[in-house]
Each structure stands twice: as C-alpha cells, then as structure tokens.
C-alpha cells in the first residue's frame, strides 16, 4: 500500500509556472504507475499526466502537452508535475493517484487506479 501527499498549489496569475509535488509513503514507490488528475468544480475528473516506474515513459492529455511535465525522482518517493503557461482554465484540485500494473491503453482512466492522495487546489487568475 501507498499514501500519497501533493503539495505545491495556490493562487497564481495566468502566465505563471508551478511545479507540484507527490511524496509517497513506502518502499516500493518505484513499483508504482503514477499519474496526476485535476477536477473543477462541476466537471468530471480528468487525466493529466503520468509516468512509468522507472520514469522512460510518460503520457499526457493532448490538450496540455507541450505546457505541462510529469516527472520522479524514485530516491525521493516523489513524482512532479511541472506547469508553465497556466491558464485560468487550468484551476483545479490536483490529485496525484498510483497503481501497480496498467496498460497504455489504460492509463489515462482514473477508475484503474488504486491509491490516491487529497489533492493540492491550484487557482489561476486572469
């Protein structure tokens, strides 16, 4: 099993950058799929982006490659999500979610993920 905890939101102005983080519990984070979801108020969850174990490949939404960057450090437990150019549609909570073995085809569905953390709000304004 893992916990996993965000941090790294806030408020920031359109154009800005953020980077934020997921710290896992546990020795074996680097067993873990990991991947970054958002949701805004009244809308579904969406994916975002995630990463294999060992960090080779990485997957993102269409629309926001190009402007946002998953990355992991797996000495530190940590998988990042950096963000450039943000955009007030962007706000969001953003929620950092693991599992262990999921196919490509697979990995941008939130429902096949098994661990999830409490999410980190982000808020762009204009």
């Known amino acids: 099993q893992v916990q996993l905890v965000e941090s790294g939101g806030g408020l920031v102005q359109a154009g800005d950058s953020l980077r934020l983080a997921c710290a896992a519990s546990g020795r074996t984070f680097s067993s873990y799929v990991m991947g970054w979801f958002r949701q805004a108020p009244g809308k579904e969850r969406e994916f975002v982006a995630a990463i294999s174990w060992g960090g080779e490949n990485t997957y993102y939404a269409e629309s926001l490659k190009g402007r946002f960057a998953i990355s992991r450090d797996n000495a530190l437990n940590t998988v990042y999500l950096q963000m450039n150019n943000l955009k007030p549609e962007d706000t969001s909570i953003y929620t950092c979610?693991?599992?262990?073995?999921?196919?490509?085809?697979?990995?941008?569905?939130?429902?096949?993920?098994?661990?999830w953390g409490q999410g980190t709000q982000v808020t762009v304004s204009s």
């Open positions: 979610a693991a599992v262990v073995t999921i196919s490509s085809t697979r990995i941008r569905s939130p429902r096949d993920y098994d661990y």
